[in-house]
């Protein structure tokens, strides 16, 4: 039987007496405790290793309550009024000088009740009575019975049982108190636990160097850790979960064999939307949806890459594609502005590294210009990746989204056709959520009209999805806007990812 310190305890103190019923004081006594919960505790363990059988008695006890204590002190009020009665001589036994004897008002009204209750009558306003000494002896009953609980409380079937319904209905005389009590006796099996076996180990709190070292934890026993514990909340530093989700993705995407990479939020329209065959007149190019930059105005672009755009764009160049026709504008393609996507940094990431297969992943912040609300930011995060390699095809792309969201903890995931000027095919990819399909991001292999000025001719996948709307949902968010604002209580709150 493997019994705690406790246990062994108090079992061992219940031996010396192995028949008796043995009650809260005597066990404190026996085991030299202080504290009642471990008599409690360890009872119930013993109770369960089938050692002791607990009994439990609920008793009610009686008080003085707030008049009873005065009752004890200055006596009852109908034995005050007795004493007043019988010191009068009988002409002057009358309400009148009873009202003006110094007995307080609130006291005469329900003083002759209580008077009338025990014989005493009012006849033409005078206080008539014919058995005196049976008011005397009801009265020191009365008295006794308060005088015998004013020091303690005590048992209520030890009481008379007219006397505790009488005080039971004047208020404020007596209360009652429920309480339970115990007492524990050893079973068979406990009066036949060798005593030998109970001695008590030294529990062990903490493993140290030296313990291990010289060998002293063998055989050794360990508080056990109680997770119930009432401990503070520690309230020191921690991460913002936005980092500690950063860091998270991070690490998935490292041990899928990924690089992280990382670029500027300053970037040329020509890098940010032409690189991608995005063309010149597209809507989201416009200041609406762009922030474009005073200072710098422009960032300058290599003439290499804004000739082969302008041909890309222009005709097609030898992608096989017709282009999208008209002019090619060098000096919009040279416009500053915030990034929109960070698609900006692999696309430069293959540039320059065209020969070099790569599998490469980035989270970083983009901009745009959206109206604030519950689910949108002008300034938001981006999971953005690529495998260029020789064999890259769709099945791989799908596979390694599902992968990277099956590890965030979201292992259904769809992807849907969709549409972006840079890749064919394209997908939407989407995740299960509470049974519901939440749209996450983009993704596709990359067109030849994109790949082919990068130097480039193997094949590109190519994902971007939102980073606050995952976050919304593993943190339980409703509003994006609560990733952001410096509210310490509610950030405080978020778990720990
Ligand atoms: N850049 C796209 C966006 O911002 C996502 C995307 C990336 C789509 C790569 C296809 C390929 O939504």
Not at 139 to 167: A, M, Q, V, W
Not at 236 to 264: A, K, N, W
């Amino acid at each position: 039987m493997n019994l705690g310190n406790n246990e062994r305890r108090m079992l061992k103190g219940m031996l010396s007496e192995p028949n008796q019923n043995w009650t809260l004081d005597q066990i404190l006594a026996v085991t030299g405790w202080d504290d009642q919960a471990h008599v409690a505790g360890a009872g119930m363990g013993l109770q369960e290793a089938g050692m002791v059988e607990v009994k439990e008695y609920t008793s009610r006890f009686v008080t003085l309550g707030e008049e009873g204590i005065r009752a004890a002190e200055e006596g009852l009020l109908e034995s005050r009024l007795w004493d007043w009665i019988s010191n009068e001589r009988e002409e002057n036994r009358n309400m009148g000088s009873l009202l003006s004897s110094g007995f307080d008002r609130s006291e005469t009204g329900p003083g002759i009740g209580i008077l009338k209750g025990l014989g005493v009558d009012i006849v033409s306003g005078n206080l008539v009575f014919s058995d005196s000494e049976e008011i005397s002896k009801e009265i020191d009953r009365r008295t006794d019975f308060i005088n015998s609980i004013s020091n303690s409380s005590i048992e209520s079937s030890t009481l008379d049982k007219g006397l505790i319904s009488h005080f039971s209905s004047r208020s404020g005389l007596i209360e009652f108190e429920e309480t339970t009590t115990r007492t524990w006796k050893l079973t068979k099996s406990g009066s036949s636990a060798d005593e030998s076996t109970l001695i008590e180990n030294q529990l062990i709190g903490e493993l140290t160097p030296e313990m291990i070292q010289t060998d002293s934890w063998i055989g050794a026993e360990f508080k056990p850790f109680d997770v119930q514990a009432p401990a503070p909340t520690p309230t020191g530093g921690r991460r913002h979960p936005m980092q500690s989700l950063i860091e998270r993705i991070r690490s998935v995407f490292l041990e899928m064999g990924f690089s992280e990479i990382d670029g500027d939020y300053v970037q040329s329209a020509g890098w940010n939307m032409d690189s991608l065959f995005i063309p010149q007149s597209h809507p989201a190019r416009t200041m609406q949806d762009t922030f474009y930059l005073e200072q710098p105005s422009k960032v300058e672009v290599e003439d290499s890459y804004l000739d082969l755009w302008a041909r890309v764009h222009e005709h097609g160049h030898d992608t096989g594609s017709r282009g999208w026709g008209g002019t090619f504008d060098n000096e919009e393609a040279q416009r500053a502005l915030l990034r929109t996507h960070t698609t900006v940094n692999t696309v430069r990431h293959i540039a320059e590294n065209p020969d070099q297969p790569s599998r490469v992943f980035g989270i970083g912040r983009v901009f745009r210009q959206e109206t604030i609300d519950r689910t949108h930011m002008p300034e938001f995060h981006q999971i953005e990746g690529i495998i260029h390699e020789p064999d890259a095809n769709l099945p791989m792309l799908i596979s390694t989204l599902k992968t990277f969201y099956a590890k965030m903890g979201y292992p259904d995931v769809r992807v849907r056709p969709a549409y972006f000027p840079y890749t064919e095919p394209s997908a939407e990819v989407d995740i299960l959520w509470k049974g519901e399909w939440l749209e996450l991001g983009g993704s596709g292999i990359f067109r030849p009209e994109v790949t082919e000025p990068l130097g480039t001719e193997w094949p590109v996948c190519a994902w971007g999805m939102g980073l606050e709307r995952l976050a919304m949902l593993i943190l339980g968010l409703d509003d994006i806007r609560q990733l952001y604002q410096p509210d310490l209580e509610r950030l405080r709150k978020m778990p720990l990812l």
